[in-house]
Structures are given as C-alpha cells and as structure tokens.
C-alpha cells in the first residue's frame, strides 16, 4: 500500500518527462507503480541514451516504462529502460540515494525520483554540471 497522494507527486515529478502514469500493482508485500512514455518521441528529445539501440530489431516498443517496485514499503527498484536508478545514484549522489531509498516522507521521495532521473537523462555535457 502506498502513502496518500505519493501517486499524485509522481504524477507532478514525472510529467515533464513525458512520462504517464500507467498502473499500480499490488501483491504479497510487493507494489508495483509503472509511468509509460511515447518511445519515438522519447528517443527524439533524449537520443544520446541509446535506448533505440539497445531494443534492436525489436524496436519500437508499445511504450516504454518507468518501474518502481516497493518491498513491504521500502523502494528496492527505480529503473527506467536501461537505467538503474537506484544503482546510479549509489554511485554519484548518497544524499540523493538515501532519499530514493525511503518513503518516509512521499513527497520527498517523487522529488528525489524526478531528481534522479533528471540527471540519468541529461545530456552528456549537461551531466557535468550536476
């Protein structure tokens, strides 16, 4: 179960990525919170990710997906394609990587996700300034 109005802050961190929010998945101890995203469009405005590449021949999927996936309420996956969140930010940004880690405070932790994948998307030259 998740926090009241946690879904409504997604929704707020998320849009400007174009992402939508797609379903919510509850099972034993596991939920599952999924946002879509045009993928020609996507790839258009972020081509440097080689998301395109990297479905091959497949290419292009119905849509492509942000999966969060909250064990007992604790986040334990933040991916979006090819990227790894929760990875990336334990590498580069504690502070932000603690904030991705706990639902403590939802608000937070939807800016932190917006936050995060902000810097996982922005462009190689951008990247530098974070």
């Known amino acids: 179960m998740l926090p009241e109005g946690y879904l409504d802050a997604l929704r707020d961190e998320l849009a400007p990525f ?11 101890g596991v939920t599952e919170v999924v946002f879509t995203a045009d993928p ?16 091959g021949r497949t290419w292009p999927p119905a849509q492509l997906e942000l ?3 909250f064990d007992r309420g604790d986040p334990t996956q933040v991916e979006f394609e090819t990227l790894d969140l929760l990875a990336e930010t334990a590498s580069t940004d504690s502070a932000l ?18 936050q ?11 990247a530098e300034a974070f």
């Open 18 to 28: 174009g992402l939508e929010y797609g379903s919510v998945a509850d099972g034993p």
């Open 40 to 55: 020609e469009s996507f790839v258009r405005a972020h081509p440097w990710l080689g998301i395109e590449e990297s479905y």
């Open 67 to 69: 999966r969060l996936r």
């Open 97 to 114: 990587r603690d904030r991705l880690n706990t639902l403590h405070d939802p608000a937070d932790q939807a800016a932190a996700v917006g």
């Open 116 to 126: 995060a994948l902000a810097e996982a998307l922005a462009e190689p030259e951008e």
